[in-house]
C-alpha cells in the first residue's frame, strides 16, 4: 500500500505525522477483519527482526513459547517483501553458530504464554548502561495485566491491550531517534528469561566495556550510512530492501559504539546528522524558513494557523541551535519591513486615537506569539523593532497631528494611552513633554492676551488649571516631569500681560468675598480660594494684586458687605505664608483698625445713653489709620437744617433726604448744588434712594440711571413692614480713571521700594560694581522691573548724593554717608 502523498512540506520534517499516518493506515487495513493487531506485529511487519528462541527450562529447542528477540534488520510491510523476509530469517538461523558474540547482545521481548498459570507479568528490558554513552538509560515499562504486552522498536515504545484502543505517543524526537538510529536498538540480549538478573546484566556490560573494539575501515562510514539511508527509502516507499539486515544492523551497532566511543551520545548525533544531512541543506533550509515566515505573516494579516505546528519547527530550530542564525534575522527582517511599510500607511489614513490602539493591539499580539511560539531570545528585538517602527519613527507626527485634539476633548483614556505608547520609547516622554509645554503656552495665552476674555480670565485660568492637573494625575502618573512643565508654562504665558492678570485676579477675590454671593458655600470657598493662591504664585506684579486687594478691601469693610470675617481673614492667612509678613501687614491694620472702631463704638453708645441726650439717631464711626488705608479725595459739604427721619444711611444719603424738610421736589443740579457732593458719588447716592429696594425718593422719568435733568421727589406711597429700615449703598464701580490712578501708585510704590533696595546695599557694601549692584537688587524685588527703570533711579539716587560713581571706575559706585 502506498503511503499517501503529505502535502505541507513543513510537516515532512515532523516524523512524527508520517508514523502516525502509517499506523493508522495499517490499523484500518487490519481492522477488516474483526480485530486490531498487536503493536509487535505491526512493527515487526515494518521491521521483521531474526527469531530466535531463547533458552528456557523445561524447553529444548526454544521455539514453543519463550522470549522470542528480535533480530536486527528492516523489511517490506508489503507481503512480498514479508515473504523474502522470512526467507532471509531462515537463512540466518541456520547461520546462528557462526554469528560474532558481540550480536548476542540483543534487546529482549518477553511475552507470557496465554497457556501458561505461573506466567508473570510482561516487561520490556533495556541494558540501562553502555560503556561510554552519555545517554540515560531508558526505564523499563510494566504492563497492566498478562494480557497486556509491550514492544519497543527504533526507539519508539507502545502498548497494546487486546480488549482497549492502542495508545501511541510519538513524538518529535522520537522521530529524530528513528533518523538517528538509537544506540540501544542495536543491543539485544542473549540471555534467557529465566537466567537474567541485575548482576548477570552488569557482568556482561562490564566484560563489553573492557572488550577491545575493532578499528573500522576508512570507508566503511560512506558505505553503511548509504545502505541505512536505502534501507529507511526503501521502507518508506514499500519496497523490498536489497541488504541482508543483519549486516545493516551490525553496521548500525559498529556505528553507535564507535560515536560512544568518541564520547557523543545518540541524541547529540542524531541532533548532529539531522543538522547536517537535512536542514544543513540550503534548499530545505530555506523552504522550511520561508514557510515559517509566510505562515506568521498570514496569522499577522488575521489569517487562522496551525500554531502548534510553527511552535515545533521552532522549537526544532532551537534544539539544532540554527534558530538564531537560519530564522532569527530574516524573522527581525520581515517584521521590520512589515510595520515600516503598516505605519507609514496607517498614519496618512487613520486619526490618532484609532492608530493608537492599532499600535497597542499589534504590541499585544506579538507579546502573545512570543509565549505562544517563538523562542524568549527574540522578546527584546522583537517589541523593539516594532516600537521603532510604529511609534519610534512618528513621535512628532503623532504630536503634531492629535495631541491638541486630544487634550482640547480632554480624551483621557487615549491620552493615557499615549503616554503608555511614548513611554515604552526611548526619547518619547521628552517628546510628549516638549509638546505638552508648547499646549499649554499657547493655550493659556489666548486666555491672558486677549482684552475681551477679561471679564471670565480668571474663571477660564481656574478651569484650565484643573484640567491640566486632572490630566497630569490620570493621564501621564503624576510625572514630576511634566507638573514642573506646567508650573513653567503657566509663569510664562500668565506674564505676557503685565499687571493685568494681578488686578483682576484681586477682583475676582473680591467678588467672591463680597456679601451677598450665594454661589458657594464655606469648604467651597476655602477650596477656590486655594486654586487662587495657585495662580497668584505664578504672577511677578503681586504688588499690583496688593494695591487692588487692598482698595476692594477697603470698601467692602467699610460698607459692611465683607461676606464673612472667616473667609476674608483666611485669605489673609493664605497671603501671608505666600509672601511673608511685609505683604499683608498693612492689611493686618486694617482689620485692628475696624475692630478697634467697634469697641469705640460701643462705648460711645454706653455713655450716649447716660446722657439722656433726646433722640434716638444711631450713628456709626469708623477710625482708621492713614498708613494703612487707600488714600481718599478729600471733599467739602453742607450740612442742612436738622430734619428728623427713622432711616439707617450713609453720610450722603442723609444730606441727601434732610433736603426734602425743606422741599417737595429737587432736580439733580440743584442738590448737587446744595449739598456739594462729587459728582458721581451723588448719582449713585440718588441711585440707591430712588432706584434701590428701599425707594423712598421718586424719579421722574423712571429708571435705573441717574440721568441729566431727572428731578426727585418724596416717595409718600413708600411702605415697608420695618421701622428702622437700612437703605443700601450701590459700591462705586471703579473707572477707568480709578484704575490709572491705582496702576499709578503702584509704579510709585515701586520706585521708593527700588529706592530702598538700592540704598540698602550700598550701605551695606560701600563701594560696588554696577553688574553686582544690578544682580542684587533683583535679589530682593518682589516684582520684575527693566534695566532701563533700574538705571533711572541709580541716576536719581546719585543726583540726591545718595551715591557717587567712582572716578576712577565709571560702572563702580561708592556709598556717600
Same mark, same amino acid.
Given at each position: 500500500?502506498?503511503?499517501?502523498?503529505?502535502?505541507?512540506?513543513?510537516?515532512?520534517?515532523?516524523?512524527?505525522?508520517?508514523?502516525?499516518?502509517?499506523?493508522?493506515?495499517?490499523?484500518?487495513?487490519?481492522?477488516?477483519?474483526?480485530?486490531?493487531?498487536?503493536?509487535?506485529?505491526?512493527?515487526?511487519?515494518?521491521?521483521?527482526?531474526?527469531?530466535?528462541?531463547?533458552?528456557?527450562?523445561?524447553?529444548?529447542?526454544?521455539?514453543?513459547?519463550?522470549?522470542?528477540?528480535?533480530?536486527?534488520?528492516?523489511?517490506?510491510?508489503?507481503?512480498?517483501?514479508?515473504?523474502?523476509?522470512?526467507?532471509?530469517?531462515?537463512?540466518?538461523?541456520?547461520?546462528?553458530? /557462526?554469528?560474532?558474540?558481540?550480536?548476542?547482545?540483543?534487546?529482549?521481548?518477553?511475552? #507470557? %504464554? =496465554? !497457556? &501458561? +498459570?505461573? $506466567? @508473570?507479568?510482561?516487561?520490556?528490558?533495556?541494558?540501562?548502561?553502555?560503556?561510554?554513552?552519555?545517554?540515560?538509560?531508558?526505564?523499563?515499562?510494566?504492563?497492566?495485566?498478562?494480557?497486556?504486552?509491550?514492544?519497543?522498536?527504533?526507539?519508539?515504545?507502545?502498548?497494546?491491550?487486546?480488549?482497549?484502543?492502542?495508545?501511541?505517543?510519538?513524538?518529535?524526537?522520537? /522521530?529524530?531517534?528513528?533518523?538517528?538510529?538509537?544506540?540501544?536498538?542495536?543491543?539485544? #540480549? %542473549? =540471555? !534467557? &528469561? +529465566?537466567? $537474567? @538478573?541485575?548482576?548477570?546484566?552488569?557482568?556482561?556490560?562490564?566484560?563489553?566495556?573492557?572488550?577491545?573494539?575493532?578499528?573500522?575501515?576508512?570507508?566503511?562510514?560512506?558505505?553503511?550510512?548509504?545502505?541505512?539511508?536505502?534501507?529507511?527509502?526503501?521502507?518508506?516507499?514499500?519496497?523490498?530492501?536489497?541488504?541482508?539486515?543483519?549486516?545493516?544492523?551490525?553496521?548500525?551497532?559498529?556505528?553507535?559504539?564507535?560515536?560512544?566511543?568518541?564520547?557523543?551520545?545518540?541524541?547529540?548525533?542524531?541532533?548532529?546528522?539531522?543538522?547536517?544531512?537535512?536542514?544543513?541543506?540550503?534548499?530545505?533550509?530555506?523552504?522550511?524558513?520561508?514557510?515559517?515566515?509566510?505562515?506568521?505573516?498570514?496569522?499577522?494579516?488575521?489569517?487562522?494557523?496551525?500554531?502548534?505546528?510553527?511552535?515545533?519547527?521552532?522549537?526544532?530550530?532551537?534544539?539544532?541551535?540554527?534558530?538564531?542564525?537560519?530564522?532569527?534575522?530574516?524573522?527581525?527582517?520581515?517584521?521590520?519591513?512589515?510595520?515600516?511599510?503598516?505605519?507609514?500607511?496607517?498614519?496618512?489614513?487613520?486619526?490618532?486615537?484609532?492608530?493608537?490602539?492599532?499600535?497597542?493591539?499589534?504590541?499585544?499580539?506579538?507579546?502573545?506569539?512570543?509565549?505562544?511560539?517563538?523562542?524568549?531570545?527574540?522578546?527584546?528585538?522583537?517589541?523593539?523593532?516594532?516600537?521603532?517602527?510604529?511609534?519610534?519613527?512618528?513621535?512628532?507626527?503623532?504630536?503634531?497631528?492629535?495631541?491638541?485634539?486630544?487634550?482640547?476633548?480632554?480624551?483621557?483614556?487615549?491620552?493615557?494611552?499615549?503616554?503608555?505608547?511614548?513611554?515604552?520609547?526611548?526619547?518619547?516622554?521628552?517628546?510628549?513633554?516638549?509638546?505638552?509645554?508648547?499646549?499649554?503656552?499657547?493655550?493659556?495665552?489666548?486666555?491672558?492676551?486677549?482684552?475681551?476674555?477679561?471679564?471670565?480670565?480668571?474663571?477660564?485660568?481656574?478651569?484650565?488649571?484643573?484640567?491640566?492637573?486632572?490630566?497630569?494625575?490620570?493621564?501621564?502618573?503624576?510625572?514630576?516631569?511634566?507638573?514642573?512643565?506646567?508650573?513653567?508654562?503657566?509663569?510664562?504665558?500668565?506674564?505676557?500681560?503685565?499687571?493685568?492678570?494681578?488686578?483682576?485676579?484681586?477682583?475676582?477675590?473680591?467678588?467672591?468675598?463680597?456679601?451677598?454671593?450665594?454661589?458657594?458655600?464655606?469648604?467651597?470657598?476655602?477650596?477656590?480660594?486655594?486654586?487662587?493662591?495657585?495662580?497668584?504664585?505664578?504672577?511677578?506684579?503681586?504688588?499690583?494684586?496688593?494695591?487692588?486687594?487692598?482698595?476692594?478691601?477697603?470698601?467692602?469693610?467699610?460698607?459692611?458687605?465683607?461676606?464673612?470675617?472667616?473667609?476674608?481673614?483666611?485669605?489673609?492667612?493664605?497671603?501671608?505664608?505666600?509672601?511673608?509678613?511685609?505683604?499683608?501687614?498693612?492689611?493686618?491694620?486694617?482689620?485692628?483698625?475696624?475692630?478697634?472702631?467697634?469697641?469705640?463704638?460701643?462705648?460711645?453708645?454706653?455713655?450716649?445713653?447716660?446722657?439722656?441726650?433726646?433722640?434716638?439717631?444711631?450713628?456709626?464711626?469708623?477710625?482708621?489709620?492713614?498708613?494703612?488705608?487707600?488714600?481718599?479725595?478729600?471733599?467739602?459739604?453742607?450740612?442742612?437744617?436738622?430734619?428728623?427721619?427713622?432711616?439707617?444711611?450713609?453720610?450722603?444719603?442723609?444730606?441727601?433726604?434732610?433736603?426734602?424738610?425743606?422741599?417737595?421736589?429737587?432736580?439733580?443740579?440743584?442738590?448737587?448744588?446744595?449739598?456739594?457732593?462729587?459728582?458721581?458719588?451723588?448719582?449713585?447716592?440718588?441711585?440707591?434712594?430712588?432706584?434701590?429696594?428701599?425707594?423712598?425718593?421718586?424719579?421722574?422719568?423712571?429708571?435705573?440711571?441717574?440721568?441729566?435733568?431727572?428731578?426727585?421727589?418724596?416717595?409718600?406711597?413708600?411702605?415697608?413692614?420695618?421701622?428702622?429700615?437700612?437703605?443700601?449703598?450701590?459700591?462705586?464701580?471703579?473707572?477707568?480713571?480709578?484704575?490709572?490712578?491705582?496702576?499709578?501708585?503702584?509704579?510709585?510704590?515701586?520706585?521708593?521700594?527700588?529706592?530702598?533696595?538700592?540704598?540698602?546695599?550700598?550701605?551695606?557694601?560701600?563701594?560696588?560694581?554696577?553688574?553686582?549692584?544690578?544682580?542684587?537688587?533683583?535679589?530682593?524685588?518682589?516684582?520684575?522691573?527693566?534695566?532701563?527703570?533700574?538705571?533711572?533711579?541709580?541716576?536719581?539716587?546719585?543726583?540726591?548724593?545718595?551715591?557717587?560713581?567712582?572716578?576712577?571706575?565709571?560702572?563702580?559706585?561708592?556709598?556717600?554717608?
Amino acid at each position: 500500500m502506498d503511503t499517501p502523498a503529505r502535502s505541507n512540506s513543513l510537516g515532512n520534517l515532523a516524523g512524527d505525522r508520517w508514523m502516525d499516518d502509517r499506523y493508522k493506515e495499517r490499523m484500518d487495513e487490519w481492522g477488516v477483519d474483526g480485530g486490531i493487531p498487536s503493536p509487535q506485529n505491526y512493527l515487526c511487519q515494518q521491521f521483521p527482526a531474526r527469531q530466535k528462541m531463547s533458552q528456557s527450562s523445561g524447553s529444548g529447542d526454544g521455539r514453543d513459547g519463550g522470549s522470542i528477540s528480535e533480530d536486527n534488520g528492516f523489511s517490506s510491510p508489503n507481503p512480498s517483501a514479508a515473504a523474502a523476509a522470512q526467507e532471509v530469517r531462515s537463512a540466518t538461523d541456520g547461520n546462528t553458530s /557462526t554469528t560474532p558474540p558481540t550480536s548476542a547482545k540483543k534487546r529482549k521481548l518477553n511475552s #507470557s %504464554s =496465554s !497457556s &501458561s +498459570s505461573n $506466567s @508473570s507479568n510482561e516487561r520490556e528490558d533495556f541494558d540501562s548502561t553502555s560503556s561510554s554513552s552519555s545517554t540515560p538509560p531508558l526505564q523499563p515499562r510494566d504492563s497492566a495485566s498478562p494480557s497486556t504486552s509491550s514492544f519497543s522498536c527504533l526507539g519508539v515504545s507502545v502498548a497494546a491491550s487486546s480488549h482497549a484502543p492502542i495508545q501511541k505517543k510519538l513524538r518529535f524526537e522520537d /522521530t529524530l531517534e528513528f533518523v538517528g538510529f538509537d544506540a540501544k536498538m542495536a543491543e539485544e #540480549s %542473549s =540471555s !534467557s &528469561s +529465566s537466567s $537474567s @538478573s541485575p548482576t548477570a546484566a552488569t557482568s556482561q556490560q562490564q566484560q563489553l566495556k573492557n572488550k577491545n573494539k575493532p578499528k573500522l575501515p576508512e570507508n566503511y562510514t560512506d558505505e553503511t550510512w548509504q545502505k541505512l539511508k536505502e534501507a529507511v527509502e526503501a521502507i518508506q516507499n514499500s519496497t523490498s530492501i536489497k541488504y541482508n539486515l543483519e549486516e545493516l544492523y551490525q553496521g548500525l551497532k559498529n556505528k553507535t559504539q564507535q560515536a560512544s566511543d568518541q564520547s557523543l551520545a545518540p541524541w547529540d548525533m542524531g541532533l548532529e546528522l539531522f543538522r547536517a544531512h537535512i536542514i544543513s541543506d540550503q534548499k530545505v533550509q530555506n523552504k522550511t524558513i520561508d514557510g515559517i515566515l509566510l505562515l506568521i505573516e498570514r496569522e499577522r494579516n488575521g489569517e487562522a494557523i496551525d500554531r502548534s505546528l510553527l511552535r515545533s519547527l521552532l522549537s526544532m530550530l532551537s534544539d539544532l541551535q540554527i534558530y538564531q542564525d537560519s530564522f532569527e534575522q530574516r524573522f527581525l527582517e520581515e517584521t521590520n519591513r512589515l510595520y515600516a511599510a503598516e505605519g507609514q500607511k496607517l498614519m496618512q489614513e487613520r486619526e490618532v486615537p484609532e492608530y493608537l490602539h492599532h499600535v497597542n493591539k499589534r504590541l499585544e499580539e506579538e507579546a502573545d506569539r512570543l509565549i505562544t511560539y517563538l523562542d524568549q531570545t527574540t522578546q527584546k528585538s522583537l517589541i523593539a523593532t516594532v516600537e521603532k517602527q510604529l511609534l519610534g519613527e512618528h513621535l512628532t507626527a503623532i504630536l503634531q497631528k492629535g495631541l491638541n485634539n486630544l487634550l482640547d476633548e480632554n480624551r483621557i483614556q487615549d491620552l493615557s494611552l499615549l503616554y503608555q505608547l511614548f513611554s515604552r520609547v526611548r526619547g518619547g516622554v521628552q517628546v510628549l513633554l516638549q509638546q505638552w509645554i508648547e499646549y499649554i503656552k499657547a493655550f493659556g495665552s489666548t486666555i491672558v492676551i486677549n482684552p475681551e476674555k477679561d471679564k471670565t480670565m480668571v474663571q477660564e485660568l481656574l478651569d484650565f488649571k484643573d484640567k491640566v492637573d486632572h490630566i497630569i494625575d490620570i493621564c501621564f502618573m503624576k510625572n514630576e516631569k511634566f507638573i514642573n512643565a506646567m508650573k513653567e508654562a503657566f509663569e510664562t504665558f500668565i506674564n505676557k500681560r503685565p499687571n493685568k492678570p494681578a488686578e483682576l485676579i484681586a477682583k475676582y477675590v473680591d467678588s467672591k468675598l463680597r456679601a451677598g454671593n450665594k454661589e458657594a458655600t464655606d469648604e467651597e470657598l476655602e477650596k477656590m480660594l486655594d486654586k487662587i493662591m495657585i495662580i497668584f504664585r505664578f504672577i511677578y506684579g503681586k504688588d499690583v494684586f496688593e494695591a487692588f486687594y487692598k482698595k476692594d478691601l477697603a470698601k467692602r469693610l467699610l460698607v459692611g458687605k465683607s461676606a464673612s470675617v472667616d473667609a476674608e481673614k483666611s485669605m489673609l492667612s493664605k497671603l501671608k505664608h505666600e509672601c511673608g509678613a511685609a505683604f499683608t501687614s498693612k492689611l493686618e491694620g486694617m482689620f485692628k483698625d475696624m475692630e478697634l472702631s467697634k469697641d469705640i463704638m460701643i462705648q460711645f453708645k454706653q455713655y450716649m445713653q447716660n446722657q439722656n441726650v433726646p433722640g434716638n439717631i444711631e450713628l456709626t464711626v469708623n477710625i482708621l489709620t492713614m498708613g494703612y488705608w487707600p488714600t481718599y479725595v478729600p471733599m467739602e459739604v453742607h450740612l442742612p437744617p436738622e430734619g428728623k427721619k427713622e432711616l439707617q444711611v450713609s453720610l450722603f444719603q442723609t444730606l441727601v433726604l434732610l433736603m426734602f424738610n425743606e422741599g417737595e421736589e429737587f432736580s439733580l443740579e440743584e442738590i448737587k448744588q446744595a449739598t456739594g457732593i462729587e459728582d458721581g458719588e451723588l448719582r449713585r447716592t440718588l441711585q440707591s434712594l430712588a432706584c434701590g429696594k428701599a425707594r423712598v425718593l421718586a424719579k421722574n422719568p423712571k429708571g435705573k440711571d441717574i440721568e441729566d435733568g431727572d428731578k426727585f421727589i418724596c416717595n409718600d406711597d413708600f411702605k415697608h413692614k420695618l421701622f428702622r429700615i437700612k437703605i443700601n449703598q450701590i459700591q462705586m464701580k471703579e473707572t477707568v480713571e480709578e484704575q490709572a490712578s491705582t496702576t499709578e501708585r503702584v509704579f510709585q510704590d515701586r520706585q521708593y521700594q527700588i529706592d530702598a533696595a538700592i540704598v540698602r546695599i550700598m550701605k551695606m557694601r560701600k563701594t560696588l560694581s554696577h553688574n553686582l549692584l544690578v544682580s542684587e537688587v533683583y535679589n530682593q524685588l518682589k516684582f520684575p522691573v527693566k534695566p532701563a527703570d533700574l538705571k533711572k533711579r541709580i541716576e536719581s539716587l546719585i543726583d540726591r548724593d545718595y551715591m557717587e560713581r567712582d572716578k576712577e571706575n565709571p560702572n563702580q559706585y561708592n556709598y556717600i554717608a
